[in-house]
């Protein structure tokens, strides 16, 4: 190119250069222009994009990482978080006493879900570590009774404390119940069987205590039950209790007790919502199942002690920190027999003939995500709120046994329902009078079925957590016995309150003894009558003054009429609203739907007389269901 040309080319570019507007010229220019939201919106989507692309960038890294981590190290983790809670209640019993509530949700929650190999052996770990933890409290020595002295002022140590309580508050030796810490690895071979369990399940003599060799209790090395020394001063009796009502334990009689108890007293009772009978059982029990927790309408509970699922945080929300937690067991042969005939309509039961049919089958039958079949395999074990369907046997046993202690107090034993009594009685510092009771809510005989030897083991085999939570708790129960009232004393109690007990019958009732229900006169006396059992009551003996006759009425009536009427007592007004605007309490529509689908001929069979006779029982049972009965929740 000449150079000439080169020039012109050059001059010209450094004329548009000069020429150019300068950059904040230009910038006022877009800024003005009709296009310039344009301009904006395309820079803040430019700045939103590249905002974007470094959060995904940054987020996909974190990802990295966390995965890495979970897979390594998180699941064991929260297995040992768990698992440390339970440690953690278990060791620090004393900063425990700070805390309202256990951390025990999750604990439960991890129990009741599927397992892995992997959880299997973390869990046999810990359930190790957690056996050899040693208890802060008191350590059973063998052979020898328990006792701690309580100096003056010195609050004793106490499972559920935290702060001084009324008790506590008050100088001198008091007397305590606690609850000394125990192995859950139970030796069976030691273990005191009821006489009666696997013969006929007659209630047990008061002989029968005397014959416990102390030597074979000693063998073990239970929860024991530690009368503190109160010198001088008379114990005050507890009033703040929970009650865990298993089902078909004898627990309505128990029930009727701690009813009785509050009642003549005004103490007030946890009850269910709504004016159910129960506390939306099966569900896991939750605070706002309790009339008056919600609204706060109610500044303190007393007692506890409808049906629930025990969810130990949600009770401690209700209850004081003092309260006193107790249950009561019951052989699970017996039991199988009676929830067998109790609770047919349920879809395990429903299509079995007998309850041999049923354990035949069951292993390959049984559908636990059935609703209401869980009455028909560890029952026990669900009423506390563990896994009732859980493989590992041995682990679930370990783990349900360990936290009931931690939970409770005391355990009884329906089998030696006197005996219970008695325990029950000087743990709580109550008189006699206050736990005699009428048998309640028991079957006519019509409807019970002697059990052979071979289906006795069937029942062991098929309820195998309940059966050895019953044994160890059979073992703790005798040794709770010797340790806090003495076999020879306990001899003497038992023959005292069965003498009181005969005296009231005189007294009260008129045919001497319980009836069918179609032979009770007053419909507001009448239990409920239920699948294919045959529930007895009582009738008053007439002409009884007003006071004894309202006394003998409080020892016979049976559960629900007197849940309903203490409802009353307590929410007046809640009670007349729900009469008026609902005259029927929420029924457990799918129970008493499959109480109904069972069969007249199933019930023909399970009454197991001639079809005649049979008919008539079933249809005596369901012309005396009373309009009271109809009204209310399956108990
Ligand atoms: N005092 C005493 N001693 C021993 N056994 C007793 C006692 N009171 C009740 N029972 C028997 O307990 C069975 C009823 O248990 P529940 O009241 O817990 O049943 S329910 O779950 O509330 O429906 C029921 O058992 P079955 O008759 O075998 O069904 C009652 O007979």
Not at 38 to 46: D, F, I, Y
Not at 310 to 318: G, H, L, Y
Not at 367 to 395: C, M, P, V, W
Request: hydrophobic share 35%; proline share 5%; aromatic share 8%.
């Amino acid at each position: 190119m000449p150079s000439l040309q080169r020039k012109a080319i050059m001059d010209r570019a450094l004329y548009f250069w000069k020429s150019t507007l300068p950059w904040s010229t230009r910038l006022k220019g877009v800024l003005c222009s009709p296009t310039r939201f344009l301009w904006v919106a395309l820079m803040l989507l430019t700045v939103l994009c590249v905002a974007v692309q470094i959060l995904g960038v940054t987020r996909q890294s974190r990802n990295e990482v966390l995965k890495e981590f979970a897979n390594d190290k998180l699941f064991s983790m929260r297995f040992t978080i768990a698992f440390q809670n339970t440690l953690t209640t278990t060791q620090r019993a004393t900063e425990r006493q700070q805390s309202n509530h256990v951390p025990l949700i999750q604990y439960i929650q991890h129990l009741n879900q599927g397992t892995t190999l992997r959880r299997e052996r973390h869990n046999q770990q810990s359930a190790k570590r957690t056996r050899n933890i040693p208890h802060l409290e008191v350590q059973p020595q063998r052979g020898r009774a328990l006792s701690v002295r309580v100096p003056n002022g010195t609050p004793p140590p106490r499972r559920h404390v935290s702060k001084a309580t009324k008790e506590q508050r008050q100088p001198g030796l008091r007397s305590q119940v606690l609850l000394a810490r125990k192995s859950p690895s139970v030796a069976l071979t030691a273990l005191h069987l009821p006489s009666t369990a696997d013969a006929g399940f007659a209630a047990v003599k008061p002989a029968a205590i005397a014959a416990v060799k102390p030597a074979a209790i000693a063998a073990v090395n239970p929860t024991a039950i530690v009368t503190v020394d109160r010198g001088t001063t008379s114990c005050r009796p507890k009033t703040h209790i929970v009650f865990l009502k298993t089902h078909k334990t004898a627990s309505s009689t128990i029930l009727n007790i701690l009813y009785r108890y509050g009642d003549s007293r005004n103490l007030t009772f946890a009850l269910p919502s709504n004016r159910h009978s129960q506390l939306f059982y099966p569900l896991y029990f939750a605070a706002h199942f309790v009339e008056g927790f919600r609204s706060k309408a109610v500044k303190e509970y007393d007692i506890m002690c409808n049906h629930m699922r025990f969810m130990p945080s949600e009770v401690k929300k209700v209850m004081p920190e003092d309260t006193f937690y107790f249950s009561i067991l019951r052989n699970p042969v017996p039991m199988m027999e009676s929830i067998f005939t109790y609770y047919k309509g349920i879809p395990a039961f429903h299509k079995a003939r007998t309850l041999d049919d049923f354990l035949n089958n069951a292993w390959q039958s049984y559908n636990k995500s059935q609703s209401n079949n869980h009455y028909g395999k560890n029952l026990l074990t669900f009423d506390f709120g563990f896994n009732n369907t859980a493989i590992d046997i041995e682990r679930q046993t370990n783990l349900s046994i360990s936290m009931i202690e931690q939970n409770f107090h005391l355990i009884l034993m329906s089998e030696y329902f006197d005996e219970s009594m008695i325990l029950l009685k000087t743990a709580l510092c109550w008189s006699l009078d206050d736990v005699v009771s009428f048998k309640l809510n028991s079957r006519s005989n019509r409807t019970r079925h002697e059990l052979s030897p071979e289906t006795m083991e069937k029942i062991k085999e098929w309820n195998a957590l309940d059966w050895r939570i019953y044994l160890h708790f059979n073992t703790t129960f005798w040794r709770m016995v010797e340790e806090t009232v003495g076999l020879e004393n306990m001899r003497l109690e038992v023959a005292r309150l069965q003498e009181r007990r005969k005296q009231l019958m005189k007294t009260c009732v008129r045919e001497g003894g319980a009836v069918d229900p179609s032979q009770v006169k007053d419909s507001a006396l009448k239990p409920f009558q239920y699948g294919a059992a045959v529930i007895q009551g009582y009738n008053l003996n007439p002409g009884l003054d007003n006071a004894t006759k309202k006394h003998c009425q409080d020892l016979i009536t049976p559960e629900l009429q007197y849940t309903a009427a203490l409802y009353n007592k307590q929410f007046p007004e809640l009670a007349a609203k729900l009469g008026s605007s609902k005259k029927q309490p929420v029924l457990k529509k799918t129970m008493a739907w499959e109480a109904r689908r069972t069969s007249e001929r199933e019930r023909q069979s399970l009454l197991g007389s001639p079809r005649n006779q049979a008919r008539s029982a079933y249809q005596n049972a369901l012309s005396n269901r009373t309009a009271a009965n109809r009204l209310q929740n399956v108990p």
